[in-house]
């Protein structure tokens, strides 16, 4: 016996205590059920048949286009983020704010996006897809209007967006 062995032998010894012991048990447990009805003589009525299980991609499929929007919606996230991080603000107190509007705008849109995924989950996905997708194009355009051309003519429908992501969350939890 080498050392490589002893090592081997001293890592493994007690997980294979307690393997062989919770096996022990749970072998006995059952032994132990199962002899009780076989003596009691008790069957069930019904027979239980479990269902198949479908894969998760062909529920979320099936329940409507929230993750094909969500696709739309990420690439546009993404894209908007690449301009949005490459492009020049100015030094000034403008361009800082502009910035920061921008980020403010990409980060509520990936959040959405997210939870776009998570819709054929929920009760009413219809409901809280439009919610999400009025808030990211009347928050986040106009956030992202305002931050790359200085102009504040969309700011209006900024909070009318906030609300929408409100009324969104809302519907998902009832």
């Known amino acids: 016996?080498?050392?490589?062995?002893?090592?081997?032998?001293a890592v493994t010894a007690p997980f294979n205590v307690i393997y062989k012991t919770s096996v022990g048990s749970a072998s006995y447990?059952?032994?132990?059920?199962?002899?009780a009805t076989n003596y009691l003589g008790l069957k069930p009525k019904v027979e239980i048949k479990m269902a198949q299980p479908v894969p998760l991609?062909?529920?979320?499929?099936?329940?409507g286009?929230?993750?094909?929007l969500a696709a739309i919606s990420g690439a546009a996230a993404v894209i908007l983020g690449a301009v949005g991080s490459h492009r020049h603000y100015s030094k000034d107190e403008v361009g800082k704010e502009q910035r920061r509007i921008f980020e403010t705008a990409n980060r509520y849109h990936f959040i959405h996006t997210l939870a776009l995924l998570g819709l054929p989950l929920c009760r009413y996905p219809a409901v809280a897809a439009t919610f999400i997708l009025s808030g990211i194009l009347l928050f986040c355009g106009s956030c992202y209007y305002t931050a790359f051309t200085g102009n504040r003519r969309f700011s209006t429908t900024t909070p009318i967006g906030g609300f929408c992501f409100i009324l969104a969350w809302c519907s998902i939890f009832f």
């Open 1 to 9: 016996m080498g050392l490589q062995d002893a090592v081997y032998t």
């Open 29 to 35: 447990a059952l032994g132990a059920a199962s002899s």
């Open 57 to 63: 991609w062909k529920l979320a499929a099936a329940s």
């Open 65 to 68: 286009p929230y993750v094909k």
